[in-house]
């Protein structure tokens, strides 16, 4: 064969090869645009509870939740807002000048004020401000609601810790704590990514501990997450392909930690009806702390059931959770406690699932509504002035 022959065959093949590589790339380019409209599609349609995505290269370095406080661990950075859209809400979050998810505040007021702690049920995480449950105890009564709640790794150890270090230094006449069984019991278990403060020993020999050395340290401080622009936020904040698949790794983590609970085949997973003594006794001493603190202010905890709680609880009675809880506080002198579940079923029936967002686990503009009312009718006489 000549070598003009093979040059001229070299050529044909070499065209072929780029040819297709070019295919394969349209392909996967085609591929990932039609994961890309598909997601958007059952996202915006929610069907599926992800996160819509800003299209804003500025909301990807923005940070409105991490473990920015040395007293305390999980807080908002003071004056900053940030804009929350998902299928069923459009919210802007705004922080006041000490962190606070609520107006500004003074700290010396003659007025009569209660001290609101808690998480993202608290917080109001997908609603606006003047929809949750804190802003309508305001406008039901003559009292004065300071929201110290935010999402994140926010259990009774942190209630604790924000009470002693920030919220006791504004003048209140009560405070309310909510109880979020579904996560608070994991909240309080030190975990090595987070920077968060954390009862170490045995009850009652406990001592409050965090669990890294600085609040740097935290993958979720503000200084690991204020690292610019990089491809994984590109994609979380221009993609709903990227939002989807976070949603699907959270739910496998929640999957695999409920794996760990075994017990008799008719015991559900919820956590009103599973929990260890220990988890108990962490959770207990925290607000025993905070009520010493307190006093002779009165505190109001209640607990705030998921649809999932609900059901069960409807279906086995009364929780041993709420039960024991309601033992406790009787022997507590400040503590008054209030089992939302049971004034919800009471109340509500069947109709439960209209307090929560259509496309999130957490409360609604109703579901607020509704539980700043059943709350008022057991205990109102602590929330309100005398």
Known sequence: MSASHSAATAVPRRRSWKVKALAAGFAILFTLALGEVGCALVVRMGLVPARIPPYSVTASKATFWGDLSAEFGAWHPPLASYRHQKACFDVVYESNSYGARDVERQKQSNSFRVVALGDSFMEGFGVRREERLTEQLEAKTEAQVLNFGTSGNAGSTHAYAIYRSLASQFDHG?????????????????????????????????????SSERVSDSAWSATQQDQGVTLLSLLRDFTHAQNVIDLAYSAFKQSRTQRKFEGDVGTPESRFFRYERDEFLR????????????????????????????????????????????????????????????????????????????????????????????????????????
């Open 174 to 210: 009560a405070v309310l704590a909510s109880i979020l069984p579904e996560n608070d019991f994991d909240d309080d278990a030190p975990k090595p990514d987070r920077y968060q403060p954390y009862w170490s020993g045995s009850h009652p020999n406990f001592e409050l501990r965090f």
């Open 283 to 386: 959770l207990t001493w925290s607000y025993e702390r905070l009520a010493e603190l307190a006093a002779p202010r009165p505190l109001v905890l209640f607990t705030i059931p998921r649809i999932a709680d609900l059901a069960a609880m409807k279906q086995l009675g009364k929780s041993p959770l709420d039960e024991e809880l309601a033992a406790w506080a009787r022997t507590r002198p400040n503590i008054r406690f209030v089992p939302l579940a049971r004034a919800i079923l009471r109340g509500e029936g069947d109709d439960a699932a209209a307090m929560f967002l259509s496309c999130d686990p957490h409360w609604n503009a109703h579901g607020h509504q509704r539980a700043a009312e059943m709350l008022l009718a057991e205990a109102g006489d602590a929330l309100t002035p005398k």
